[in-house]
């Protein structure tokens, strides 16, 4: 196992699922934890526990979709520990639905927080960390949904196929800067975690849980689909083992699960070849 001892990790979306685990695996490494998230009660009961373990754990709680909130998050992180080593911009959200009857306030939520939270983490961390002059990691969420389309969740593709070319684009402009900064984005499939439950911190004002859409036979057999894949998804444990030894060995697109790999290679066959797209077979 490698040492992290003194290796500063930050990590938003810590308060469940991958960004929880990674924060668990990192503090077993070692690393001293900076952790955001919008879920004030979770992310408590993740500081004790790491606390209780003698990690060093500074918590905040705000949404990524606010980029003040995040700058103050990146100050807090700067002037508790002096630099970064590794910073998780984890944070997301789904929805699912049909493009054409969906409300669009589920558009605007998944863009503001996969697509903009991401952006907030970029600008509000990478300066500093182009600064540090020494080598450090930021690793972007996606998820294998920014590489596949598939067809049960339009917005959460959308956005994913958004973070993670922002990612690319990311990579490109740091190595123009010849910076220090590496820059990685996870693509996992489905993983166990919370997200099948994330509508219980949308914003009220981009959520209206009385639109009839949301009673719709089409709407929730959407969502049976949705959860019945994520409960019997990859155990989440080891999702970060795959994510952190990828990072490790300097990875940039983190695939989590190569039984999809033939689907990513025939998309890309059927793009050269100009057909329609064909789902994926799951
Ligand atoms: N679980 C999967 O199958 C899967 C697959 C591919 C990608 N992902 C991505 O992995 C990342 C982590 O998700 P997860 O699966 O661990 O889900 P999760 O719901 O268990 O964890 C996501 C965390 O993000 C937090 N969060 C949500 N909105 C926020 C906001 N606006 N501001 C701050 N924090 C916010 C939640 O409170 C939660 O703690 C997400 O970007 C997700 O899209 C998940």
Known sequence: MKDYTGKIVVITGAANGMGKE??????????????????????????????????????????????????AFSKKTFKTYGKVDFFFNNAGVISVGS?????????KWLFDVNVMGIVHGIKAFIPAM?????????????????????????????????????????ELQLQDANAKVKAHVICPAVVKTDLNHCTRHRPKNIYNENDPYYQTKDYKSRADVMNSAIVVGMPVEEAVKIIIDAVEKD???????????????????????GTRPVKVKR
């Open 22 to 71: 990674l924060a668990r695996q990192f503090a077993a490494k070692g690393a001293k934890l900076s952790l955001a998230d919008i879920d004030a009660e979770n992310l408590a009961v993740v500081e004790k526990e790491l606390k209780a373990g003698g990690t060093a754990v500074i918590t905040d709680v705000f949404d990524v979709s606010n980029y003040e909130a995040m700058e």
């Open 251 to 273: 990875i940039f697109y983190i695939l989590t699960h190569p039984v999809y790999n033939p689907a990513i290679t025939a998309r890309v066959a059927g793009i050269m070849a």
């Open 130 to 170: 182009i600064k540090q002059d020494k080598e450090c990691r930021i690793i972007n969420t996606a998820s294998i949904a920014g590489l596949l389309t598939v067809e049960n969740s339009p917005a959460y593709v959308a956005s994913k196929f958004a973070s993670l070319s922002l990612s690319e684009v990311l």
């Open 99 to 107: 493009i054409w009857e969906q409300p669009l306030s589920d558009w």
